[in-house]
């Protein structure tokens, strides 16, 4: 079936300016997650949704970084006020609420703030 | 907060010769162990995982990864690497029980086999 998909595949912006990423989780998987991968660093854990609700925002770095998702299905990862520090390549992945530790992973969104 | 370290950036092989990429992670408690896969231009994948019970975890394409404890490591292992391995491996680890989602990932092993 299909995978994970994440759109765009890579963005340019503007510092300053608002983003939007997308999410398109694997059908009928009800959790969905949100890593950041920066330069030099490993993946970090952003936040977590079971369902419509995320009971884990613990890893958004500031107050300009925010997630929805609608329906149980897709979720949109946003940044407000970019800055050249959000230069990263955003992951998105999804799992059975059951088997929550086996998360299937989307290509990446390559975001670049200049 | 637990961490995870892999040993080595980048690692050169030839064909054939054997494999190991180190991990290590800190946290006492009880984890969950995984190796990720990401080959050239495509998404994460996952090539094994420890739960718990044998601590030797076979995964896809040949690898293997052995869990020991009293090291805190979960070195990934293939006997023969072929030029079709050439990718970067993540060691990860989530906490067993109400934190099992959150993985914790290392920085990274970037792998190249030559023919």
């Known amino acids: 079936g299909a995978g994970v998909s994440q759109s765009p595949s890579n963005k340019v912006t503007e510092k300053g300016k608002d983003v939007e990423l997308r999410c398109d989780p694997i059908?009928?998987?009800?959790?969905l997650y949100w890593y950041r991968q920066s330069l030099g660093q490993g993946l970090e854990f952003l936040i977590y949704?079971?369902?419509?609700?995320?009971?884990?925002k613990s890893g958004l770095p500031s107050d300009r970084f925010s997630a929805e998702r609608t329906g149980g299905s897709v979720s949109t990862l946003t940044i407000q006020r970019t800055q050249q520090e959000d230069s990263a390549v955003y992951l998105c992945a999804s799992s059975l609420v059951r088997d929550r530790e086996t998360q299937y992973f989307g290509p990446g969104t390559r975001l670049l703030v200049l | 907060a637990q961490s995870v370290s892999q040993h080595n950036h980048h690692v050169i092989l030839s064909e054939a010769a054997s494999l190991e990429l180190g991990c290590n992670y800190s946290?006492?408690?009880?984890?969950?162990l995984f190796w990720y896969v990401q080959y050239p231009g495509q998404h994460l994948q996952l090539l094994l995982k420890y739960f718990s019970g044998d601590p030797l975890v076979k995964g896809i394409k040949g690898f293997e990864a052995e869990f020991i404890k009293s090291k805190f490591s979960f070195n990934l292992r293939k006997p023969s690497v072929q030029w079709s391995d050439t990718a970067e491996y993540f060691c990860a680890v989530t906490l067993s029980g109400a934190g099992s989602y959150q993985l914790t990932f290392g920085k990274g092993t970037k792998l190249s086999v030559i023919p």
């Open positions: 946290y006492g408690g009880t984890v969950n």
């Open positions: 949704f079971q369902g419509n609700s995320a009971p884990d």
């Open positions: 059908s009928g998987h009800t959790a």
